[in-house]
């Protein structure tokens, strides 16, 4: 009695919360890697990206100006100075021990033992007393407790975007991406979108075995061809290249391509192209003026995914667009030269895997309207 018309099924509620916690599981990480990438090294180590918008309070270890400057008081000598130097800064606790980075208060002093003493005040400035053997050598390291305002900075996308420097920048590896991306994507659906047109519509020997190859190949790994498909590329010399990495995701992504396309284009009402053929229309014609603006949905949706497809991948990149001097990188690679080479730099790792994804998000949510129509057409009738 749960699907009459009129009544929502009993598991509505579980497909709703289920909904929700798939988009919270997207949402929470992006948004983490957005807010991350405006931030500073030491706030991202200091607090996560969800308290980005309050002060963070965090433990840093300074020293006391060189000893050697130190003035004779009475029986002992005493050394003044500001832990924060010329930068200035506000501290709510410190403490002389790593065991108790917080025991005093501002203004308090702390009693060291044999007389000596450091007292230390909220601006910084502090007051060392002790004899010559106490007040010497690198000088005394004090443990201060700062409060931190949120901070935010477009440097890191100074750094990363227009950095001269190969290691950083990512601007080059970003038209690289789209110069790999774009033909990659056009031209599997230009010739995907022929040959479902012929497999739909079209009677000719051997089209039934021609769809079921189509299938088979939608299951083949991909690790199984790159190298055959590498040597070949060499052998006619297109190997380490943007040609050769084009006609790779060409080959990889035709056959979602078509098996996708046609099954959209044989949910056409036959009609349609019936009475164009009976009007002289020809085949070409039929395809390019009628097939071609009804499967707009379709061609979308192959086209979100072969986009991020292109844009995401490192594997075929690493095979087949081999480039020492760094001219053809792509930002999947630039990316892990990051990792590798500034592994504790978070901020700008941030920015880079941001700068990354930024374009698939606005292709995917300029074109997103289409995905599910693709994906369910000729699913019914």
Same mark, same amino acid.
Not at 18 to 35: A, D, E, K, Y
Not at 114 to 141: C, F, H, K, L, P
Not at 287 to 293: E, G, K, Q
């Given at each position: ?225 790159? @190298? ?14 943007? @040609? ?138």
């Amino acid at each position: 009695m749960d699907n009459i018309a009129g009544r929502k099924s009993g598991l509505s509620w579980a497909v709703n919360i289920s909904v929700v916690l798939l988009v919270l599981l997207w949402i929470f990480p992006t948004v983490g890697l957005f807010v991350s990438s405006f931030r500073t090294a030491d706030q991202i180590s200091a607090t996560g990206w969800w308290k980005a918008l309050f002060p963070t309070e965090q433990v840093v270890q300074l020293r006391t100006d060189d000893p050697d400057a130190r003035v004779a008081e009475g029986d002992g000598f005493v050394l003044t100075g500001n832990l924060f130097g010329e930068e200035g800064g506000t501290l709510s606790a410190f403490g002389v021990s790593s065991r108790d980075v917080g025991a005093f208060a501002p203004g308090e002093t702390a009693d060291m033992g044999d007389g000596e003493s450091m007292t230390v005040e909220a601006d910084g400035s502090y007051t060392w007393r002790g004899n010559d053997e106490q007040i010497s050598g690198r000088g005394q390291r004090i443990f201060v407790t700062t409060t931190t305002p949120p901070e935010f900075t477009t440097a890191n996308y100074e750094r990363v975007l227009f950095s001269g420097d190969r290691t950083d920048s990512m601007a080059k590896a970003f038209f690289n991406t789209l110069t790999v991306t774009i033909p990659a994507t056009i031209i599997p659906i230009l010739v995907a979108a022929f040959a479902a047109y012929a497999l739909a519509w079209m009677d000719f020997p051997g089209r039934a075995l021609l769809i079921a190859a189509i299938v088979a190949l939608l299951v083949v790994p991909l690790q199984l061809a790159l @190298i055959p498909l590498l040597k070949f590329h060499n052998d006619i010399g297109i190997g380490k290249g943007y @040609i050769g990495t084009w006609l790779a995701h060409t080959g990889f992504g035709l056959p979602l391509a078509i098996y996708l396309l046609r099954n959209y284009m044989v949910g056409l009402p036959r009609d349609i192209i019936e009475n164009a053929k009976v009007d002289g229309a020809t085949d070409f014609q039929i395809f390019t003026r009628i097939v071609l603006p009804l499967s707009f949905p379709a061609l979308a949706s192959f086209a979100i995914f072969q986009f991020l497809w292109t844009w995401n991948d490192l594997l075929v990149a690493l095979v087949f667009l081999i480039d020492s001097s760094g001219d053809t990188t792509v930002m999947t690679r630039q990316i892990v030269e990051l990792l590798g080479t500034r592994g504790g730099n978070w901020e700008i790792l941030a920015t880079a895997a941001f700068v990354s994804i930024s374009v698939p998000l606005l292709v995917f949510f300029a074109m997103q309207r289409y995905l599910v129509r693709g994906l369910l057409a000729g699913s019914v009738k």
